[in-house]
């Protein structure tokens, strides 16, 4: 049996026998004004953040979401999207299509305003996703990604590149380890699968989306996930497990490379009332301005001793340099 199909073994079970907390963290649900999330969806949110980001979601976008779970996020994007079809499920565990689409059910009771058909459902592999070249706004998945290996990772983004329109974003909330794991971890299809033993470090992650072509990547948060101890797993030293979420967006590739924020912010505090670096980057007197990490390089290698640069806070909203 391969690491997939051990995957859509245990997605199986879960779909047909919910696990609270199989592979998730105790988030806070988000519930806008208006929007209502029926229990069993919370309860089959396998995911470890949220990929639901208003600003992402403005002028009706098209939306597709791979690997649907118990519809949760399915609806919350349905909420920027009243459309049918206007958001696309994609899923290759039958069981689990099934149950979201009972559970959509539910949740029209609980909101007046969605229609199930606002969500097409689709049979269909992140591999090769059954969808047109170019057709989407917003494409996400939670939790997903770092179950595939080195190979299906770079296919899976290929797929959500490929899908993606001219300034798409594909939004991302995976867990992440900066620890080297033994082959014992990695090679076990159930740690794998449970969103423990694929986590990649962060620059490891990052390289992935800017080979297949995204200019531009925002880490939008950091969080703890999960710790692996000698008592329970098979690693000698205690391993932490951290989750983030991360948007790729569909820009075109700078030629000094790609764009991405980490966090950075720069800070001008010189006799002047701004400083301009020539280069499309204005710095106002003692006004933080985020910046990637190009950007912050950039403004370190000039060897001013105005201009203050903090260290990465993984956690990017918005407002930057580029």
């Known amino acids: 049996m391969s690491y997939l199909e051990a995957t859509n073994d245990l997605y199986k079970e879960a779909a047909l026998t919910p696990d609270v907390g199989l592979c998730c963290t105790t988030n806070p649900v988000w519930e806008l004004p208006g929007l209502k999330i029926p229990q069993i ?21 098209k939306i597709l979401y791979v690997g649907v779970g118990g519809g949760m996020e399915l609806l919350q994007f349905s909420y920027f999207n009243r459309t049918k079809g206007g958001v696309v ?14 559970n959509f059910k539910e949740a029209e009771e609980l909101n007046p305003w969605f229609k199930s058909d606002f969500v097409d459902l689709k049979k269909g592999d992140a591999l090769n996703l059954p969808v047109e070249d170019n057709s989407i706004d917003v494409a996400a998945q939670n939790c997903l990604f770092n179950i595939f290996k080195a190979e299906d990772l770079k ?3 290929e797929e959500m590149y490929r899908v993606l329109k001219p300034g798409g ?9 900066e ?43 950091r969080k703890p996930y999960r710790i692996l101890s000698p008592a329970d797993y098979p690693t000698d030293e205690l391993i932490y497990i ?11 590739m700078p030629e000094d490379g790609p764009c991405v924020f980490t966090g950075k912010a720069a800070i001008y505090y010189g006799s002047e009332s701004y400083f301009d670096d020539k280069k499309g980057h204005v710095l106002d007197k003692n006004q933080p301005l985020a910046i990637c990490d190009k ?21 990017y909203d918005g407002g930057g340099c580029c």
């Open 89 to 102: 499920g994609v899923d290759v565990v039958d069981e689990m299509l099934e149950a979201s689409r009972k």
């Open 169 to 177: 974003r594909l939004v991302m909330s995976d867990p992440t380890c």
């Open 295 to 315: 950007t912050a390089g950039a403004l370190a290698d000039l060897g001013r001793n105005d201009i203050f640069i903090s260290e990465s806070t993984y956690h």
């Open 242 to 252: 951290e989750s983030i979420e991360i948007a790729a967006i569909k820009d075109p």
């Open 179 to 221: 620890q080297e794991m033994n082959d014992a971890l990695r090679n076990d299809d159930r740690l794998r699968a449970l969103c423990l033993s694929g986590s990649l470090p962060i620059k490891e992650y990052v390289k992935a989306l800017t080979d297949v072509g995204f200019g531009t990547i925002e880490i939008r948060a």
């Open 41 to 61: 969806m919370q309860e089959m949110n396998y995911g470890c953040g949220s990929t639901v980001n208003a600003r992402d979601l403005t002028n009706n976008p």
């Open 155 to 157: 296919r899976a983004i």
